[in-house]
């Protein structure tokens, strides 16, 4: 006896499907609702795979909240955390860069439902020292100006000779070196940037997420040739 079921397809070179097999469903994606309580939607910048109860764990050690927070699974490398208080998440929000295994969380609140597949994070502040400049150069307008090519300032200070600019970088892009400064376009000058406290990236191509061994954009020479000069890096 033939067992019933399936489609017996021998001697066809392709697979024919059913007209009902044929027919594409279109669906809603499902939606994120904001809870009573303070939330952050929270990502981290890293391109190899990790495990997600590690992460949990690792930033309910690190956090030190007053009251308790719980971290909920979104989607893949997408995560809800909600607080009990308003001040733990802005404590969070404000502190260090966060990191998780050298990489970087990416921050921001979730005030309105959203589609998770439009939960997208790409930017972080960062705090950047500016290098030594012309005591000609206005110092309070030299860090406006820089702070405008990273899209405006979040905040800067500056300490007799030391500048420090707080601004929000595009971590899709590569890391900026510095930049050319003139006054009225003439003998431009070089003014290096640092930045503080910064997570694991590529000396290659200069963008995070991942180090010069897993650079996809330079060949094992190119690599090589980094490695004896890290000043080359991109």
Known sequence: MEESGGDNRKGSDEISLLAEELIQLSIKCSMVVPSVKPTLICTIWIEKPYNPESFKAQMKSIWKTRKKFEIQMARQNLFLIVFDSEEDLQTVMEGWSWLFRKNLLLFDRLIKPMEKNQ??????????????????????????????????????????????????????????????????????????????????????????????????GLNPAEKNKIRDDPTLWH
């Open 119 to 216: 939960m997208w994070l790409n930017s972080s502040p960062f705090w950047i020292k500016i290098g030594s400049c012309l005591p000609e150069f206005d110092k309070k307008d030299l860090l406006h100006a820089i702070g405008v090519t990273f899209g405006g300032v979040i905040r800067s200070e500056i300490i007799e000779d030391s500048c420090r600019l707080r601004i929000n970088l595009d971590v899709q892009k590569p890391l900026r070196r510095g930049i050319f400064v003139s006054i009225d376009n003439k003998n431009k000058s070089w003014i290096s940037f640092k930045y503080e406290k910064f997570p694991m990236f590529c000396f290659g191509c200069g963008k995070m997420g991942h180090g010069l061994n897993d650079c996809i």
